[in-house]
């Protein structure tokens, strides 16, 4: 059973109609097959005109699918031989973030991923993607284990944010960031950062200051979630909506203020509809980053990493 | 203890009653409550002379107390203004306009350099006044200035840090500040200088998650409120009470992540001594 978002209502519709047409054709052995074939060009083309304009809020809706592919589904289908690595050998092994040595088409790397869970179960036990932390520090440790062994870093982003407890601030949560952002930074190989849902502040950029950041067409990454913003600014959750706009947080918008490399688009209907497609376009397209970035030597990869981020929101040249 | 405010003060009132005295020359202690005189509340470094509170300080403070005559304010880097065309329930681009007429800053962070009890320094200070003292392009440009002209002098980095947390209102361009003000601290470190990172009430968000947090010396004044999330957003996720002086500095010095929590009056010559201890290595 496909879990429909609101805006999705009239496309369900068709598409139980149809599953219905199927279940009584195969009952009954009545050729339905045209109207079936008519039905599916009208789900089809809505599935089209709805997901060719929409909203950021919308988007929003889709980049948190409870269907979408996650970070372990991507760390399945692009990673062979993974080797999970736990731990931040100071405290604990945080769920939240899942790393591990693996190859990549044939090439040794470091995978990283921030996993939120599909279902009650494996949400609770990954803390919905909320990373205490235990997940920073794990995640630079393995970062600066990479650099030691020339690994380059592939690291998948899904996540609402940095988890806010009373434990992980008294653990310093913001250190834990603040390295990983360095570590992110300093590292003397290669790293390809895919949003592939949420990217969620703070704890998302801990992950991805990398060399090539690339966003899925209905992801979204922003500085704080609408409701939050929509909460603090207009001081009613309620204004969600309003904040997603105002917030440019999806990848067109990141792109066009280049502040991501590359969009890469999805199935129609979004990544939850074609997992299979999806997961082959990802490795795709850090099949064609990579190369280039393994060309460099480490000082000049890390003097261009900077500079991109020191480019960033500046004050074009006149 | 204070003479004026304890003894004089409630005398004038008797004697004038209450609505007659200038309001401006005294200010009430939001923590203990007691009237404290102007002058001796600007001799104390804004401290309550009575219980040793620490009120908020401006950024133009911060400079004045910290560098000797109050150093050279140095002009930051324009950003692009306005850059997503936000609005909320107002434009951005008027809080902006709003929050320089009122502050007469250009935006959330003044950078000087100059001599810190003869030592030199760049010392940049952030402006909670200024819009929460948030973090946008302009913060995370200044901040980046200020490092780099600690290059070029040799001198130490001090960041006095106050601030919400993020611009809102820049969108991923102020999250995209946090990656960029960690490059600041690398340079002045790679140069060998120390950076200092005075963290003063409150300083939360994507500034303690960021540069604020990787000072060679991490320094907090008493009670300032440290953290990366917030209190309230931390209370509805995990539905408890919060612990007694949660966030707090001493919270964070117990917790083993600040070098030290120092009282103002104590700040300029701690500061001067530490990157003199750092820096010069024979002092004979
Ligand atoms: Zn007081």
Redesign the pocket.
């Known amino acids: 059973m496909r879990h429909f978002l609101d805006f999705e209502k009239s496309i369900a519709e068709l598409e139980s109609k149809i599953d219905e047409l199927r279940r009584m054709s195969e009952a009954d052995g009545i050729n339905i097959a045209e109207e079936v074939a008519r039905l599916t060009e009208k789900a089809d083309r809505q599935l089209r005109t709805t997901y060719a304009r929409l909203s950021p809020w919308q988007k929003a809706q889709v980049a948190r699918h409870p269907e979408r592919p996650r970070a372990t589904d991507y760390l399945a289908a692009l990673i062979t031989e993974f080797t999970p690595l736990a731990g931040d050998r100071a405290c604990a092994d945080d769920a939240a973030v899942l790393g591990g040595l693996g190859r990549f088409r044939g090439r040794a790397v470091l995978a990283i991923g921030t996993e939120r869970g599909n279902d009650t179960e494996s949400r609770v036990r990954h803390n919905f993607g909320m990373s205490r932390p235990e997940g920073y520090r794990k995640a630079r440790r393995l970062i600066e284990l990479a650099g030691r062994f020339g690994l380059p870093v592939l690291t998948f982003v899904d996540t609402s944010g940095a988890f806010p407890g009373i434990e992980a601030e008294a653990r310093g949560q913001a250190e834990a960031i603040a390295r990983a952002i360095e570590a992110c930074l300093e590292a003397p190989v290669p790293i390809i950062a895919t949003i592939i849902g949420e990217g969620g502040s703070g704890g998302a950029i801990a992950l991805a200051a990398g060399d090539v950041v690339l966003m899925l067409e209905h992801a979204i990454y922003s500085v704080i979630s609408p409701e939050g913003c929509a909460s603090i600014l207009w001081r009613d959750a309620g204004e969600a909506q309003a904040a997603a706009e105002a917030l440019k947080l999806t990848a067109d918008d990141l792109k066009r203020l280049e502040l991501i490399d590359q969009v890469i688009a999805e199935p129609l209907g979004g990544a939850h509809r074609d997992r299979e497609s999806v997961l082959l376009a990802v490795a795709e397209a850090i099949a064609e980053a990579l190369p280039p970035l393994l060309a460099l030597e480490p000082v000049a990869l890390k003097a261009r990493r900077r500079e991109k981020f020191l480019a960033m929101g500046r004050l074009a040249p006149v | 203890m204070n003479w004026l405010s304890e003894y004089v003060r409630p005398k004038i009132r008797t004697l004038l009653g209450r609505r007659e005295i200038p309001d401006h020359l005294w200010h009430q ?1 939001p ?2 409550q ?1 009237m404290i005189f102007e002058r001796d509340l600007e001799r104390g470094l804004k401290v ?1 002379p ?2 040793g ?1 620490h009120m908020r300080a401006s950024a133009a403070e911060r400079l004045a107390w910290t560098l000797d005559d109050g150093g050279t304010r140095i002009e930051l880097p324009k950003v692009p203004a306005d850059p997503l065309r936000f609005r909320d329930t107002k434009r951005y681009a008027d809080r902006l306009k709003e929050a320089r007429e009122k502050t007469h800053l250009p935006d959330a962070l003044l950078v000087a350099h100059g001599t810190i009890a003869g030592h030199k320094a760049v010392v940049a200070a952030m402006a909670f006044e200024f819009m929460g003292g948030s973090m946008g392009a302009a913060v995370g440009e200044g901040i980046l200035a200020a490092a780099q002209l600690a290059v070029l002098q040799a001198a130490p980095l001090i960041v006095y840090t106050a601030s919400g947390g993020a611009r809102m209102q820049e969108g991923a361009i102020s999250l995209m500040q946090m990656p960029r003000t960690v490059i600041a601290t690398r340079l002045v470190k790679e140069a060998g200088l120390p950076f200092i990172s005075v963290l003063t009430d409150p300083t939360t968000g994507g500034v303690t998650a960021s540069f604020a947090m990787l000072g060679d010396i991490q320094i907090a004044e008493p009670g300032a409120l440290i953290g990366f999330a917030g209190a309230r957003v931390i209370e509805q996720t995990v539905r408890e009470k919060l612990p007694e002086g949660f966030q707090r500095a001493e919270y964070l010095l117990a917790h083993g992540i600040l070098d030290a929590v120092v009282p103002r009056p104590e700040m300029k010559a701690t500061l001067a001594r530490l990157i003199s201890l750092l820096t010069l290595k024979d002092a004979a």
Do not use: A, P
């Open positions: 202690c923590s203990c007691q309550c009575h219980c509170h």
